[in-house]
């Protein structure tokens, strides 16, 4: 069997991917570390624990605590290391850069280090892998034309992005220099089940349901490029399965939206289930707001790499899955209360000890 650490898997796309393996995958197991800052819930995984106790553990703790992650790393002797754990909200990087630079870039470097450490004193084996999740917005802002390939220089707009930007070149120097077999994968927008609550589709679809305001930045004509998280996952699984080490392959859903568009998506997706009427459209809740600092423009990504060398494209077409993720917001009330209202921080502290929280805001992209 298997075992496979995942960093910050009790967050938005580690949860996905966690569920996504243990299904995919039978004679895998998942050793969770997350350390369970705001966005982090462990209870999302709660009935994989259950229903799964020897293919699934959970160890609370700080990618940044090399005693602990060395310590778990001769425990359970992985196959393969998967690091989502990041601190990766736009708007509470311009608030406080520092957690960032903190968890992005000397957190990685110091769960590369112990990872290295591992591997050298097993021999080097050639078959582990060391998957390094990062995103899009390292590339900056992209004009009307082009995409993101591989090859784009980098040129972060904001403290998250900067701080992503550091922790990739970290992971490709441990493998030029070590000879550390890293791949990296960025990734464009992320939508999907068990999203926290302040990014711009969860929290669209949260306002629109209570018929609050819609805040959108600036005109809303920012471009993204909107993956949808399972087909996302599906992606690592291939970059984590068959990538070459040394390796980066770019991940888009090839659905570029401006964020006003999807707004508009979202009103009538809900209008239509809500049996809202045209006098009650809630596109009436929109309201456009002081643009963010350094808000990029757009984004887009050339997926060509990762289509021709692993066969990977997205399953899901982006109305679709736009209506299984509203879909799904609908089904799941007692997840979104127990978020909102921080009652998931009680069940956490419980289980798991005392929470550290950072201060909440609301994502608006």
Same mark, same amino acid.
């Given at each position: 069997?298997?075992?496979?650490?995942?960093?910050?898997?009790?967050?938005?796309?580690?949860?996905?991917?966690?569920?996504?393996?243990?299904?995919?995958?039978?004679?895998?197991? &998942?050793?969770?570390?997350?350390?369970?800052?705001?966005?982090?819930?462990?209870?999302?995984?709660?009935?994989?624990?259950?229903?799964?106790?020897?293919?699934?553990?959970?160890?609370?703790?700080?990618?940044?605590?090399?005693?602990?992650?060395?310590?778990? %790393?001769?425990?359970?002797?992985?196959?393969?290391?998967?690091?989502?754990?990041?601190?990766?909200?736009?708007?509470?990087?311009?608030?406080?850069?520092?957690?960032?630079?903190?968890?992005?870039?000397?957190?990685?470097?110091?769960?590369?280090?112990?990872?290295?450490?591992?591997?050298?004193?097993?021999?080097?084996?050639?078959?582990?892998?060391?998957?390094?999740?990062?995103?899009?917005?390292?590339?900056?802002?992209?004009?009307?034309?082009?995409?993101?390939?591989?090859?784009?220089?980098? =040129?972060?707009?904001?403290?998250?992005?900067?701080?992503?930007?550091?922790?990739?070149? %970290?992971?490709?120097?441990?493998?030029?220099?070590?000879?550390?077999?890293?791949?990296?994968?960025?990734?464009?927008?992320?939508?999907?089940?068990?999203?926290?609550?302040?990014?711009?589709?969860?929290?669209?679809?949260?306002?629109?349901?209570?018929?609050?305001?819609?805040?959108?930045?600036?005109?809303?004509?920012?471009?993204?490029?909107?993956?949808?998280?399972?087909?996302?996952?599906?992606?690592?699984?291939?970059?984590?399965?068959?990538?070459?080490?040394?390796?980066?392959?770019?991940?888009?859903?090839?659905?570029?939206?401006?964020?006003?568009?999807?707004?508009?998506?979202?009103?009538?997706? %809900?209008?239509?289930?809500?049996?809202?009427?045209?006098?009650?459209?809630?596109?009436?809740?929109?309201?456009?707001?002081?643009?963010?600092?350094?808000?990029?423009?757009?984004?887009? &990504?050339?997926?060509?790499?990762?289509?021709?060398?692993?066969?990977?494209?997205?399953?899901?077409?982006?109305?679709?899955?736009?209506?299984?993720?509203? =879909?799904?917001?609908?089904?799941?009330?007692?997840?979104?209360?127990?978020?909102?209202?921080?009652?998931?921080?009680?069940?956490?502290?419980?289980?798991?000890?005392?929470?550290?929280?950072?201060?909440?805001?609301?994502?608006?992209?």
């Amino acid at each position: 069997m298997r075992t496979v650490i995942v960093t910050g898997g009790a967050g938005f796309i580690g949860t996905n991917f966690i569920r996504h393996l243990l299904e995919i995958r039978p004679q895998w197991r &998942i050793v969770n570390l997350d350390a369970l800052t705001y966005a982090g819930n462990a209870a999302n995984l709660a009935d994989v624990a259950a229903r799964a106790p020897s293919r699934y553990r959970f160890v609370r703790g700080d990618i940044g605590d090399e005693a602990l992650v060395r310590t778990l %790393l001769a425990e359970e002797t992985p196959w393969a290391v998967v690091n989502f754990a990041a601190e990766s909200h736009v708007d509470r990087s311009i608030v406080g850069p520092l957690a960032f630079v903190e968890t992005n870039v000397l957190g990685t470097a110091r769960l590369l280090l112990a990872c290295r450490r591992m591997w050298e004193e097993k021999g080097r084996p050639a078959d582990f892998r060391f998957l390094h999740v990062s995103t899009d917005e390292v590339f900056g802002s992209l004009g009307p034309a082009g995409h993101f390939t591989e090859t784009t220089a980098y =040129d972060p707009s904001s403290p998250y992005s900067a701080s992503k930007a550091a922790s990739d070149h %970290l992971v490709r120097a441990f493998q030029r220099t070590y000879g550390f077999p890293a791949l990296v994968t960025n990734c464009s927008n992320n939508y999907g089940p068990f999203q926290f609550p302040e990014k711009l589709i969860p929290l669209m679809i949260l306002n629109i349901i209570e018929e609050k305001e819609l805040p959108v930045y600036g005109d809303g004509r920012n471009v993204r490029d909107w993956l949808y998280v399972i087909d996302h996952c599906e992606a690592l699984a291939a970059v984590l399965e068959r990538g070459r080490p040394g390796e980066t392959y770019n991940i888009g859903g090839g659905a570029e939206r401006a964020n006003i568009d999807v707004v508009h998506q979202l009103c009538d997706l %809900l209008d239509e289930r809500l049996q809202r009427g045209a006098e009650r459209s809630s596109r009436r809740l929109i309201r456009f707001v002081t643009d963010r600092p350094g808000h990029d423009r757009r984004y887009a &990504i050339d997926a060509g790499k990762i289509q021709r060398e692993l066969g990977w494209r997205p399953r899901y077409a982006f109305a679709q899955a736009l209506a299984a993720t509203v =879909d799904w917001y609908l089904n799941h009330g007692p997840w979104v209360d127990s978020v909102r209202s921080g009652e998931y921080r009680k069940w956490i502290d419980r289980n798991y000890g005392a929470a550290r929280d950072r201060a909440d805001t609301h994502e608006i992209d």
